[in-house]
């Protein structure tokens, strides 16, 4: 399916590691000219120059932190035109409402949900003024079905959930679609570091970190690059009226019935 | 993106016209082997011929009425190992409660959701057995946003996309997906005969048609190449981890505030 993504420029938030990585890895395979931002300049020249190599891709880095204003300033400046928007970077903190206090909550919001904000407050105007532009917002799964030990976590998904759904309700009549992704768990570094601290827990060996994910649709968490094909699919044009909606990508775990 | 379908079998009920013929467009193009079903053979041998010629496509048809069980039961016997199952057939007349008896509803309920539960009913413990196997179901917007003058497509929508997500979210433990693409106002034949009628009543002008759409999410309604894109994306190894959700493709006009 030519998914006519060819010369097309897209940001990537979070483009280091993990679901960014991937989604960036999918759209430089489509032929886009990528602009790469997370904090780290070290491991963006890394995936730059891989996607070069592996399929003469063209992408700038960003070595900027999203939770500040300044640096969202300097990243609009330098890409703000681009005709796709992945919003990506952030992890937000766990913790149940006890244990956060509201300063804790505001810090643990302010990349993943202020940063998504202060890009799209900044780039939606323009996509808008000029007629075209997608923006993907990578979610998760906790903001439809929440878990009171991630509560920051799932507040923060919901709203963002909440704000792709108004801004893409109306975004086609611009001629802009505004869609996003929820991400059930994915096989990532920090999944599997977090996979193995489990195993040590439940069976004395780090090594078992696959056997904690049983439970999983299928005996295992989706894969980086299940999200990346799946975002590049949306940011195209072959997904032209698909806005205002959240795609659910967690192989259904999400509409299982209630934990006994 | 190669969606590696190539060789794959799929079929696609309803694909006489509208959105299931746009389907087996798209699944033609990616290099699938098509089995067609509608009531009238006419009009799949037309759609069959159509995709050998632009395609060279392989297509058989299949002119049944899977309102009736036992046109559903030889479905299931011609197309056994069928990698995919796309649900598309099937309208549900409108109407509100005052005006539509039990047997009504159940009549209007016999072909979409009768029809396909017989068809999920056989393939689904099939793909199941094999480890592999896709089904789409295309639902429609009521069975997210009811309207009360359709009251029996709103309910029998909803009931559709909960079999989806109930079925498809264990599946996976069975190397199958199910899914659902809910789409809103498409611009099938009927849906354009619909608009210019309206068009006559408002302006006196059929061909002004396109102005009737004025509110929809820009000014139109969702095209068949749409759905049908969206629907070979969902039933491609590239949608791997997608199951037991419905997809909303009406331009985002589900997310407006009511009414």
């Not at chain 1, 869609?179 to 999944?191: A, C, D, M, S």
């Not at chain 2, 007349?93 to 009504?104: C, E, F, I, R, Y």
Request: glycine letters at 12%.
């Amino acid at each position: 399916m030519d998914l006519g993504l060819s010369g097309k420029s897209a940001i990537v938030t979070g483009a280091s590691k993990g679901i960014g990585r991937a989604v960036a890895q999918a759209l430089a395979e489509e032929g886009c000219n990528l602009h790469l931002v997370s904090r780290t300049e070290a491991d963006l020249n890394a995936v730059r120059d891989d996607l070069n190599q592996r399929f003469g891709a063209q992408a700038t880095v960003h070595a900027l932190d999203l939770a500040n204003e300044a640096d969202v300033a300097k990243l609009v400046a330098a890409a703000g035109d681009c005709d796709i928007l992945v919003n990506n970077a952030g992890s937000i903190p766990a913790g149940d409402i006890t244990r956060l206090d509201n300063a804790a909550i505001k810090s643990a919001w302010d990349l993943k949900v202020f940063g998504f904000l202060g890009l799209i407050r900044e780039i939606y105007p323009r996509m808008c003024e000029r007629g075209n532009g997608v923006i993907v917002n990578v979610i998760g799964m906790a903001g439809e079905r929440p878990r009171a030990a991630y509560i920051a976590g799932s507040m923060g998904n919901a709203a963002l959930m909440q704000m792709t759904r108004a801004l893409g309700a109306e975004s086609y009549d611009h001629g802009v679609r505004v869609v996003g992704i929820n991400p059930g768990p994915v096989e990532t570094e920090r999944l599997v570091r977090q996979a193995k601290i489990n195993a040590d827990m439940q069976f004395g060996d780090e090594s078992r970190w696959r056997e904690t994910h049983k439970d999983l649709p299928g005996g295992r968490p989706g894969k980086p690059e299940e999200m990346g094909w799946l975002a590049a699919y949306l940011a195209s044009d072959r997904a032209s009226w698909i806005s205002g909606t959240i795609v659910m990508a967690d192989g259904g775990q999400h509409s299982r019935s209630v934990r006994a | 993106m190669d969606l590696e379908l190539k060789g794959k079998t799929a079929i696609i009920t309803g694909a006489s016209k509208g959105i299931g013929k746009a389907i087996a467009e798209v699944l033609a193009a990616e290099g699938c082997t098509l089995h067609l079903v509608s009531r009238t053979e006419a009009d799949l041998n037309a759609v069959r011929d159509d995709l050998k010629t632009r395609f060279g496509a392989q297509a058989t048809v299949h002119a049944l009425d899977l309102s009736k069980s036992e046109d559903v039961h030889a479905l299931a016997k011609a197309t056994a190992d069928a990698d995919i199952l796309i649900n598309n057939a099937g309208a549900i007349p409108g109407g509100d409660l005052s005006k539509l008896s039990d047997d009504d509803i159940k009549e209007g309920w016999q072909l979409k959701v009768f029809g396909t539960i017989g068809l999920v009913r056989h393939f689904y413990p099939r793909m199941c057995e094999r480890g592999s196997g896709v089904i789409v179901n295309v639902i429609g917007m009521a069975g997210e946003r009811g309207r009360s003058a359709y009251i029996a497509g709103s309910m029998g929508n909803a009931a559709l996309m909960q079999m989806t997500r109930t079925i498809g979210a264990e599946s996976l433990n069975h190397g199958v997906r199910v899914l659902g693409v809910n789409p809103g106002p498409t611009q099938t034949e009927r849906f354009t005969l619909l608009a210019k009628a309206n068009a006559e009543k408002q302006f006196g002008d059929a061909e002004r048609w396109r102005e009737t759409m004025g509110g929809l999410p820009g000014g139109r309604g969702g095209l068949t190449e749409e759905l049908a894109a969206v629907t070979a994306f969902m039933a491609s190894p590239r949608a791997s981890w997608v199951s037991g959700t419905v997809i909303m493709v009406d331009g985002g006009q589900h997310s407006r505030p009511p009414a």
